[in-house]
């Protein structure tokens, strides 16, 4: 049980198009979800946290309006990488909080090429 | 604020020698610790966790943890390397309902 569905696994876009990546529970609901960017042979980064039904936190440094999140159910949250360029080139993970327990679950994660 | 400290981005073992990888914590309130693995391009599997229960902690695939209150540890072990453990190694402390906040992570190799 308590798995996140991540889609897609792996996207290459050109320069200046948007990405969206989707997170979905598909044996809870996830009130809180998680946004992390991988960069290659590094730890973890939080982006941003999203609770169902209201506007993500974000961390100091990453821009709300190049990621955007949206987590307007309790089952599926959702990033939108805008406009890309290279740099936002990176392995992005989403994770849902467990309900109940000191938990969290992973979605498999998102490879992310701007060509 | 809490934060993990792995000492060592990299650690070789031999099949069949004991794996020990290092993760010390800081925290101004007692921890929630967790072990992960990660294996290529796929996201994280939760290996154990430590929720203030028995400080003796036993995940899966044969790791287990000890929660050492006094050296602000967590160390990750497992009797003996299967070439399948070869993966990165990530502890991470959460606190109430923070986010978790990981350690840079360790690479663990296997040699046959």
């Known amino acids: 049980g308590a798995v996140v569905s991540q889609h897609p696994s792996r996207v290459i876009c050109k320069s200046g198009t948007s990405v969206k990546i989707e997170c979905r529970s598909l044996?809870?609901?996830?009130?809180?979800m998680f946004w992390y960017r991988q960069f290659p042979k590094k730890s973890l980064m939080l982006m941003a946290t999203?609770?169902?039904?209201?506007?993500?936190?974000?961390e100091q440094g990453v821009e709300k309006d190049k990621f955007l999140i949206n987590h307007a159910s309790l089952t599926l949250s959702t990033l939108t990488v805008t406009s890309a360029h290279p740099e936002d080139s990176s392995f992005y993970i989403c994770?849902?909080?467990?309900?109940?327990?000191?938990?969290?679950?992973f979605g498999s994660g998102t490879r992310l090429t701007v060509v | 604020a809490q934060s993990v400290t792995q000492l060592g981005s990299h650690v070789s073992v031999s099949e069949g020698a004991l794996v020990l990888l290092r993760c010390n914590y800081s925290?101004?309130?007692?921890?929630?610790l967790f072990w992960y693995v990660q294996y290529p391009n796929q996201g994280l599997q939760l290996l154990l966790k430590y929720t203030s229960a028995a400080t003796l902690v036993k995940g899966i695939n044969g790791f287990e943890a000890e929660f050492k209150k006094s050296e602000t540890s967590f160390h990750l072990t497992k009797p003996s390397a299967h070439m399948s453990d070869a993966a990165e190694y990530f502890c991470?402390?959460?606190?109430?309902?923070?986010?978790?906040?990981f350690g840079k992570g360790t690479r663990l190799s296997v040699i046959a």
């Open positions: 994770s849902a909080l467990l309900p109940g327990v000191y938990g969290y679950t």
């Open positions: 044996d809870f609901q996830a009130t809180t």
């Open positions: 999203s609770n169902e039904g209201s506007k993500a936190t974000y």
């Open positions: 925290s101004s309130v007692p921890p929630y």
């Open positions: 991470a402390v959460r606190t109430g309902n923070t986010p978790l906040v």
